[in-house]
Nanobody, 124 residues
Framework: QVQLVDSGGGLVQAGGSLTLSCAASGRAFSTYAMGWFRQAPGKEREFVAAISWSGGSTAYADAVKGRFTISRDNAKNTVYLQMNSLKPEDTAVYYC?????????????????WGQGTQVTVSS
């Protein structure tokens, strides 16, 4: 079983950048597709980005396309979310998640494994 630990959140001004990391324990990390989700206060958890087990395919929510980049290093058991041109509306708790398949719909319940979340706050 893979366990996930998110890190890298913080406070940043609008237009700034942050890189989130998700470190996975366990030897099966490279067999999982990975995703990033976020949840703002009073809102439902929403999909941000996903990456296939090999890193060869990625998908993004329209709200972050062109600004965020998801990547992974299977040798380090880590997935990253590079966030550029941050906006106040990007403020949320960000979670990494894992499931055995890539593609289809990125509905949160379809991801059985989750990190604990890391807070990202973007000031205007």
């Amino acid at each position: 079983q893979v366990q996930l630990v998110d890190s890298g959140g913080g406070l940043v001004q609008a237009g700034g950048s942050l890189t989130l990391s998700c470190a996975a324990s366990g030897r099966a990390f490279s067999t999982y597709a990975m995703g990033w989700f976020r949840q703002a206060p009073g809102k439902e958890r929403e999909f941000v980005a996903a990456i296939s087990w090999s890193g060869g395919s990625t998908a993004y929510a329209d709200a972050v396309k062109g600004r965020f980049t998801i990547s992974r290093d299977n040798a380090k058991n880590t997935v990253y979310l590079q966030m550029n041109s941050l906006k106040p509306e990007d403020t949320a708790v960000y979670y990494c998640a894992a499931r055995k398949y890539y593609g289809g719909t990125y509905y949160p319940p379809s991801f059985p494994l989750w990190g604990q979340g890391t807070q990202v706050t973007v000031s205007s």
